[in-house]
């Protein structure tokens, strides 16, 4: 009788998130190791010149635990674009598991502010390692659902070109894959500058994410993108990633929002600082 029960309580939680979905439902990007918040601008900028109605909003988390924010999100948006970035955003695994844990404290202040219960992420280089690392280790799957995940680069095994040799945040990453949230869709992009690597990061490194990511969520797709801007840091400006991203992670690529006017691509110069 209990185990009926059991799985009959866990079906009746997974339908009533989906009924009670928030209207809200950000793209929330986090930038790689030495990035600032400001990392996405020229993204950003891009994708608003194709669609309306997205505000832009930037967080930084300092190591404080208190968050500096910038721009505003306008009432009616329901697809705001948000930035997370770091006051330490230096590389290394020990750094990553930081900014997990910073991107964790950002996204309660986020959904206790604005309401909402469902969101989708972007993240380039180890921002794919920060956003895997935070699905494993502190989303509450019973409070907030990632609909959809696109990382741009993602060293997932960093600079090894040999599977064989699994560096210890892969080997982690792998020991937790079952964590991931099932219902979730997956993209991950490498690009291929010379058909071998990005310039930084090699194909294989990124092509990794597999042994984390296939057969543990609803759908992972691996692209490879070649030609200009393939390179590690022109990646999240390049026209084809941007029409990926168009074209699977936004749901409503134009708004109509009351009272707005043209396209919101930079944030107003406002902004405040909170303390967890």
Do not use: C
Request: charged fraction near 20%; glycine fraction near 6%; proline fraction near 5%.
């Amino acid at each position: 009788m209990a185990i009926p029960a059991y799985n009959f309580q866990k079906v009746a939680v997974a339908n009533a998130r989906v009924i009670h979905n928030s209207r809200m439902a950000p793209v929330i990007f986090i930038p790689g190791s030495s990035a600032t918040q400001n990392r996405f601008d020229a993204l950003i900028k891009e994708l608003n010149s194709r669609s309306t109605g997205h505000s832009y909003f930037k967080i930084t988390v300092k190591t404080d635990d208190s968050l500096s924010t910038t721009g505003k999100i306008s009432p009616g948006d329901n697809e705001p674009f948000i930035v997370v970035g770091f006051e330490n955003n230096k590389d290394g695994y020990s750094n990553i598991k930081k900014q997990a844990r910073w991107f964790s404290i950002a996204m309660t202040w986020l959904q206790k502010r604005y309401r909402f219960n469902n969101f989708v992420g972007i993240g380039h280089s180890n921002g794919g390692l920060i956003y895997t690392l935070y699905l494993e280790k502190y989303l509450d799957q019973d409070d907030l659902t990632i609909n959809k995940l696109m990382t741009i680069g993602t060293p997932y095994n960093l600079s090894e070109k040999n599977i064989a040799n699994r560096t210890e945040i892969l080997s982690d990453m792998i020991k937790d894959k079952s964590a991931l949230p099932k219902d979730l869709r997956m993209w991950s992009i490498a690009g291929t500058e010379n058909y071998s690597d990005d310039g930084i990061v090699p194909v294989e490194s990124v092509e990794a994410g597999k042994y984390v990511y296939q057969d543990q969520v609803r759908q992972y797709t691996l692209i490879n993108v070649t030609g200009d801007n393939s390179q590690h840091s022109d990646l999240p400006q390049n026209r084809e990633i941007v029409g990926y991203i168009q074209q699977y992670m936004l749901t409503n690529p134009n708004q109509n929002r009351p009272g707005t006017r043209g396209n919101p691509t930079q944030p107003s110069a406002s902004s405040s600082s909170q303390k967890k």
